[in-house]
């Protein structure tokens, strides 16, 4: 059975860091491009970051380049998001996802993804 299970939201002041990470099982992760999206309240759900099988490529959102890193280690078969400089619109619940395929050009919809995890809540202070 695939799953995918977050951990690590909290509640941080601004400015401030935190590491989400990503535990899949049921499947081998270095066959898929892994990727964090977040939804906020009464938000559509956004793409994040993304990182290809083996880590050799990878995206980023706009309103988070610069700020956040995508990461993985296939050997434990987790995925990771080290975030700093936290705002206040960062607060959101923040999902792990499994691409449809190895790489992450294109598109970054949420039906380019087919297995995701619960989410993990992130709220930032003032």
């Known amino acids: 059975q695939v799953q995918l299970v977050e951990s690590g939201g909290d509640l941080v002041q601004s400015g401030r860091s935190l590491k989400l990470s990503c535990a899949a099982s049921g499947f081998t992760l270095d066959n898929y491009a892994v990727a964090w999206f977040r939804q906020a309240p009464g938000q559509e759900r956004e793409a994040v970051a993304c990182?290809?099988?083996?880590?050799?490529?990878?995206f980023y959102g706009d309103s988070v380049k610069g700020r956040f890193t995508i990461s993985r280690h296939n050997v434990k078969n987790e995925g990771y998001l080290y975030m700093t400089k936290l705002q206040l619109d960062d607060t959101a619940l923040y999902y792990c996802?499994?691409?449809?395929?190895?790489?992450?050009?294109?598109?970054?919809?949420?039906?380019?993804?087919?297995?995701w995890g619960q989410g993990t809540q992130v709220t930032v202070s003032s």
């Open positions: 990182i290809s099988r083996l880590g050799e490529s990878s």
């Open positions: 996802a499994r691409r449809r395929s190895a790489g992450c050009s294109g598109t970054h919809l949420v039906a380019d993804y087919d297995y």
